[in-house]
């Protein structure tokens, strides 16, 4: 029975909420469908100029001067299209901070400016079912909506392939997929709910929002390499080692016979050759960390599992704020 007391009690301040911010919500959803249009249509587009060249018999690696052309018109539209993408993947990263930034000041902080909230728990609101509506609700329309975003973006770059791949490890590829971009807004959330509570002042609250939510994306951003152990080759001088294809280079040098580590640069400002430059350091062999492509869904379930920790903990903090602001 208080199972199905607190669901009716829920639906009153969830309906509440997605009134009050309906124009919000309709502004946010006709963005994020104009961005899933404008991603297809950059798919298409693509299809359309790689057919166009396909069609002309030349090849990027055509050396008959008749494909030059072709060729510099067909990578230059390519690029065109991966720039755009490059930036709608950048934009997604950037989506929970601002997630964060509205949870913080509209959606809590305002309430406590303006009094509504007491009005509501004299009402038919108690707390716990207000702050829950305020987690929940969105919760669902952000993971969906940014899902979404993320499969679409992730197809869309599948469709303009050569020359210009999307590379697993940059930036504006392994943060805008997978699960990372979810529980990015989750943890943006969370945290931009929990400021709003603390401040209880709307540009305040939307300033901490944004900040922690940015400095949390950048900091694992910067950390990621970290997040997984790096495999490591060794090769000596003179061999014909090729770097792995697709991995990500974390840190690459010499080593010595006695064991001592050499910056990979340690021959560049000199003029003599590196093997006899290298030699005459005493480098016995070098080496080469890396994330390999396989280590894809490994970094991308150790930053989730971090990012939806910090949201646990801000639910939480989220929830103990709340019972000493309500006695």
């Not at 943890?187 to 922690?212: D, H, I, K």
Request: neutral net charge.
């Amino acid at each position: 029975m208080s199972t199905l007391a607190n669901v009716r009690t829920l639906r009153g301040p969830s309906r509440v909420l997605l009134r009050v911010h309906r124009r919000t919500l309709w502004v946010a959803g006709a963005v994020a469908a104009a961005a899933v249009i404008g991603m297809i249509a950059v798919a298409l587009r693509a299809d359309q100029v790689s057919g166009d060249f396909a069609g002309t018999g030349c090849t990027l690696s055509s050396t008959v001067d008749a494909c030059f052309q072709p060729a510099r018109d067909y990578s230059d539209r390519m690029l065109d299209l991966s720039r755009l993408l490059t930036g709608t993947g950048l934009a997604l990263i950037a989506l929970p901070a601002v997630v964060g930034a509205f949870a913080a000041g509209p959606m809590v902080a305002r309430e406590w400016e303006s009094n509504h909230v007491k009005l509501s728990w004299t009402q038919s609101s108690p707390p716990a079912a207000w702050l829950t509506a305020r987690l929940a609700v969105p919760a669902v329309l952000v993971v969906c909506g940014i899902t979404v975003l993320s499969a679409v973006l992730s197809w869309s770059r599948g469709r303009l392939g050569n020359p210009y791949p999307a590379i697993w490890h940059d930036i504006s590829v392994f943060g805008a997929s997978g699960t990372v971009p979810a529980a990015g807004a989750l943890m943006s959330l969370a945290l931009g709910v929990l400021a709003g509570l603390t401040l209880r002042r709307t540009v305040p609250a939307m300033a901490a929002g944004l900040l922690v939510s940015g400095l949390v994306t950048v900091f694992l951003g910067v950390l990621r390499d970290r997040l997984w152990p790096t495999a490591r080759d060794t090769f000596t001088l003179g061999d014909d080692y090729v770097w792995p294809d697709g991995a990500a280079i974390v840190e690459w040098g010499w080593v010595t016979k006695r064991g001592t580590v050499l910056p990979a640069d340690i021959c560049a400002h000199t003029s003599a050759d590196p093997e006899v430059c290298l030699p005459e350091h005493g480098v016995d062999h070098g080496y080469l960390d890396h994330h390999p492509a396989s280590h894809y869904w490994p970094l991308q379930l150790v930053e989730t599992g971090i990012l939806l920790a910090l949201a646990a903990l801000a639910v939480f903090a989220a929830f103990r704020v709340l019972r000493r602001l309500h006695g």
